[in-house]
């Protein structure tokens, strides 16, 4: 079956841009969790959906992060003003429900700010 | 801070040898326990886990063990195949807020043919 899917895997951008980074969570799943992941590093946290709403944002590093998920299913992380720091692979990952700890991962989307 | 370590960057082992890989942890609160594999390009995929309750579990050729006192665990894997290469990250979560996974930094697992 389908995985968790994201676009695009890798996103080159100039500093000051906006990006738009996009996951397809596994059919069924309600719980979406954003997280990311910088050179040398484990995956940090940075946000979990429940539905469609933003249960726990407390990881997104500052006002310039945003991530939404209107209908519940596909999730947009959105980075304004992007910085060079913002450099990093970001993952996403679904699950049945939060009470369910296994947590299933996509491939990624390397963005690359120069 | 870190509140999960895993102070081998790095790991080489012979095919058919034993591989361990460790993982310490700073947080008492953390009660349960995974590791999860991953290969370049893709993202982490579960390996095995343990809950806190238990010292030890088992799937296959792979095994956690848990030190509670210790605040430290290990990943088995006997024998090792040259398909298990790839970086192994320790995660841990926190009762009561079960979905945030804290992960360290991995170790990365050759084994040579």
């Known amino acids: 079956g389908a995985g968790v899917s994201q676009t695009p895997s890798n996103k080159v951008t100039e500093k000051g841009k906006y990006v738009e980074l996009r996951c397809d969570p596994i059919s069924g799943h309600t719980a979406l969790y954003w997280y990311r992941q910088s050179l040398g590093q484990g995956p940090e946290f940075l946000i979990y959906?429940?539905?469609?709403?933003?249960?726990?944002d407390s990881g997104l590093p500052n006002d310039r992060f945003f991530a939404v998920r209107p209908e519940g299913s596909v999730s947009t992380l959105k980075i304004q003003r992007t910085e060079r720091g913002d450099s990093a692979v970001y993952l996403c990952?679904?699950?049945?429900?939060?009470?369910?700890?296994?947590?299933?991962f996509g491939p990624g989307t390397r963005l690359t700010v120069l | 801070d870190q509140q999960v370590k895993q102070n081998s960057p790095s790991l080489s082992v012979q095919e058919g040898r034993i591989s361990i890989l460790n993982c310490d942890y700073t947080n008492s609160m953390f009660d349960y326990f995974l590791w999860y594999k991953k290969y370049p390009a893709e993202g982490p995929t579960f390996l095995i886990s343990?809950?806190?309750?238990?010292d030890k579990n088992e799937d296959g050729r792979f095994t956690v063990f848990l030190n509670k006192s210790a605040k430290h665990l290990s990943l088995h894997i006997v024998p090792s195949q040259p398909g298990d290469s790839a970086v192994y990250f320790c995660?841990?979560?926190?009762?009561?807020?079960?979905?945030?996974?804290?992960f360290g930094k991995g170790t990365l697992l050759t084994v040579n043919p």
């Open positions: 343990i809950s806190s309750i238990k």
């Open positions: 959906f429940q539905g469609t709403g933003a249960a726990d």
């Open positions: 990952a679904s699950s049945l429900t939060a009470e369910n700890n296994e947590q299933f």
């Open positions: 995660a841990a979560l926190k009762g009561g807020s079960n979905y945030k996974l804290t």
